[in-house]
């Protein structure tokens, strides 16, 4: 193809648009052709073709022609061997420095759009491309070439009827579109929605275009003529007024459909109008005046100037019967709403870009959103004028991307976002903790280097991980400069603290050991002996044990409980002869020893005629117990010598129940739902059955106490001790016990 045949359509279009024609796009062009006339990109589109498209769309949103003319010469370093030197040299630094941050953008993009990832992943992924579209190029021209880029393929794809790769669709719709919008290019924005729509939902995208019957270049018309003459009308009622026209696109239609639940025919805001006035008392009179020439549609008026929205956005919304009889909603506002509708973050992000919270919208991006609200009011939205002055002036500016972060790829091609200065281990780390552990090696960009090396945005980087084992000491030192992130600290300090406390439960376990070695108390649980002294389980006593803040003496006094001894009170101590009258009295007989002191055991309470056995004491003459009583049996283990065999004396004045018989103390415990009166009814028992009682205890515990319950409300836990000279009349009061309602247990201690 003839050279000038070829450069005619863009300089066509530069000359009817600027008045003059540009060599320098022109020269580009010229430099570009011979490389990109018969190549093919990866999509199937015609590489000189491409590139023309993208220096059309950077002509139509008002880049300056420096940033034209690098559309091309981007493409064409594709096929040099020596892109950023050639680019230099025939070009400047400028354009060499734009080629090789857009090229190095593709590939990690391309990348991206290539990984395979889970479901869940995949919102992460989109969030950290959209980043990385900002954070990692520092020159921001990089980000209209690729705007203007995917714009100009997604076109190649309708214009050509060819299937779009369902990948490159949703990277569009995701990622392309919402940074247009936070941008502020509305005019890529809107094409990159339709677009992506048509091909991820060619059904509904045909279904909703037959449905609005007409086409958007009518529709247009169609508010144009509306806005005419609207203008018109206000200016010869003598409002000063600036009437915009707001045309709805196909996707942001099947948002709201799909948002807000609507027919097709309820979306009243298909064609809408946008009036800006002066004061608010113009905004009241322009609605007036709307009312008067087209007819309002009843329950659509909305008065968000007396009652602002929460996020404080204003304005007057109606909607009203066009001159066509269609429905248009129109919006009134003065110029200071205008400008926080379209520049506060909370109201204008909320509902173009609804989020989690919002319907069918992009999820919000947290930190990211308020850095690019600030970006755009700061930096972005005088992007496009810096263009056109120069573009020295945009590599002059302050950087205004996000250099604190970067983001780096895994051999999988999964973006990991880190700290600027992040090194291996961070990003080992920041994968999985246990690889961050396991770490000792990496290869970055395919060569070994050491762990400490910083990494920088589009590197891959290949762990080399031990099959097992943990993190270095030497990492927390940061002189040595293993680790920049704190989250990476933590994690390894979090790793030696849990094997210094192994460490010291494997101590405890051993010293725990070896006491029950010793009292011969091997076959315990562990855990229900921590749980005797306390703890919630094993491992808690083991480690108080290793830190050497629980004295093993505890556990033998547990092991090895002293022996009881009886208050003086309870006591009931005799001198003994061999005489029947001293037996009667006493109630005791030693077998073969006479006239020795005996003491009553208050552990178990013995009565006539329960089975007893003796144990002689020190210092305190022999203990009388149940023989079945388990304190008795303890003590018998540790000293079987100092048992002694013991019966009840007295003959019959001992069994009997006559005014001389001896008594004896004796305890019962009774369980019951507690209630008013339960005390009157038990003692009533007592009473009826002639026992003397001579001591009572009670206590009432709440739900989740550490007595075991049953049923609903407070439980009653009571405690009597009664008098008696023959613990078998025990049997009929506990059944009478038992029948008293609310009772759940009765039975002797």
């Not at 300089?11 to 600027?18: C, M, N, R």
């Not at 993208?54 to 370093?77: D, F, K, N, R």
């Not at 940074?179 to 502020?184: D, K, Y």
């Not at 509904?204 to 009518?218: N, P, S, W």
Request: charge should be neutral; include cysteine.
């Amino acid at each position: 193809m003839p050279e000038g045949a070829a450069t005619a359509p863009i300089v066509a279009l530069l000359e009817a648009s600027t008045g003059h024609s540009n060599a320098e796009v022109a020269r580009a062009r010229a430099f570009a052709e011979p490389l990109l006339a018969a190549e093919t990109l990866d999509t199937g589109e015609n590489a000189l073709a491409h590139a023309d498209g993208v220096a059309a769309i950077l002509l139509t949103i008002g880049t300056a022609q420096e940033l034209q003319a690098a559309a091309y010469l981007v493409y064409a370093a594709d096929f040099l061997s020596k892109p950023e030197e050639v680019v230099a040299k025939a070009f400047g630094d400028s354009h060499a420095s734009l080629v090789m941050h857009t090229r190095k953008l593709v590939q990690m993009q391309r990348a991206a759009r290539a990984a395979k990832v889970s479901t869940d992943q995949k919102a992460e992924q989109t969030e950290r491309v959209r980043k990385m579209l900002l954070a990692f190029s520092r020159d921001l021209r990089v980000v209209l070439l690729r705007l203007a880029s995917r714009l100009q393929t997604l076109r190649w794809h309708a214009a050509s009827k060819t299937p779009c790769p369902p990948e490159l669709a949703a990277e569009s719709q995701a990622v392309f579109a919402p940074l247009a919008n936070r941008l502020g290019i509305w005019q890529i924005k809107w094409e990159l929605e339709d677009l992506a729509f048509r091909f991820r939902e060619p059904e509904a995208y045909k279904a909703l275009a037959k449905g609005l019957q007409e086409t958007r270049v009518e529709r247009e018309q169609r508010i144009e003529t509306a806005r005419a003459t609207l203008q018109a009308d206000l200016y010869a009622q003598g409002i000063a007024a600036e009437v915009q026209g707001r045309p709805k696109h196909l996707y942001s239609i099947h948002k709201k459909m799909q948002g807000k639940d609507l027919a097709l025919d309820r979306v009243f805001d298909l064609r809408a109008l946008r009036v800006i006035v002066a004061s608010v008392a113009d905004c009241y009179g322009v609605l007036a005046r709307l009312h008067e020439l087209y007819a309002p549609v009843p329950g659509e008026f909305d008065d968000y100037i007396a009652k602002p929205k929460p996020n404080g956005y204003q304005s007057l919304h109606t909607i009203v019967l066009g001159p066509d009889e269609r429905v248009m909603e129109v919006q009134i506002r003065t110029r200071e709403m205008h400008d926080h509708a379209e520049h506060g973050v909370a109201a204008h992000w909320a509902y173009k870009e609804a989020g989690a919270r919002g319907y069918a919208g992009v999820t919000a991006a947290g930190e990211f959103e308020e850095q690019v609200a600030r970006a755009r009011k700061a930096v972005l939205n005088q992007l496009l004028a810096w263009e056109r002055d120069t573009v020295q002036e945009v590599q002059g500016a302050s950087n205004p991307t996000f250099d604190d972060r970067i983001y780096v790829f895994t051999p999988q091609a999964t973006i990991v976002e880190l700290a600027a200065g992040a090194t291996p281990v961070d990003f080992a780390y920041a994968v999985h903790t246990d690889l961050g552990h396991r770490c000792r090696g990496a290869r970055i960009d395919g060569q070994m280097l050491p762990l400490n090396t910083p990494l920088h945005s589009g590197q891959t980087v290949e762990i080399i991980a031990a099959k097992e084992g943990g993190p270095s000491l030497d990492w927390l030192n940061i002189e040595l400069g293993y680790l920049q992130s704190q989250r990476s600290r933590a994690k390894v300090r979090a790793w030696f603290n849990a094997l210094q406390q192994t460490q010291t439960i494997a101590k405890g376990r051993e010293l725990v050991e070896k006491l029950l070695q010793r009292e011969g108390k091997t076959a315990l649980k562990l855990d229900e002996l921590a749980s005797r002294l306390g703890f919630k389980g094993a491992e808690a006593l083991f480690e108080v044990v290793g830190k050497d803040e629980y004295s093993l003496r505890n556990i033998e006094l547990l092991l090895r409980p002293p022996e009881p001894v009886a208050d003086e009170d309870e006591m009931l101590a005799q001198r003994h002869t061999r005489s029947a009258s001293s037996g009667a009295r006493s109630g005791v007989l030693v077998v073969g020893i006479d006239s020795l002191l005996t003491t009553l055991s208050r552990c178990c309470r013995p009565a006539p005629p329960d089975a007893i056995s003796g144990f002689v004491t020190r210092g305190k003459g022999v203990a009388i117990h149940r023989s079945d009583c388990s304190n008795l049996a303890e003590m018998k283990r540790r000293s079987p010598e100092r048992g002694i065999a013991v019966e009840w004396g007295g003959g019959d004045q001992v069994a009997g129940s006559g005014k001389g018989a001896p008594v004896y103390p004796v305890d019962v415990l009774v369980e019951a739902s507690d209630r008013q009166g339960l005390l009157r009814d038990v003692l009533e028992v007592f009473a009826k059955e002639k026992m003397n009682v001579v001591a009572v205890n009670t206590q009432s515990l709440q739900a989740g106490a550490s007595k075991p319950r049953t049923g609903g409300g407070e439980t009653a836990w009571m405690s009597f001790t009664l008098e008696l000279s023959d613990a078998t009349k025990l049997n009929k009061v506990l059944r009478d016990l038992c029948a008293i309602g609310g009772v759940r247990s009765a039975r002797r201690k």
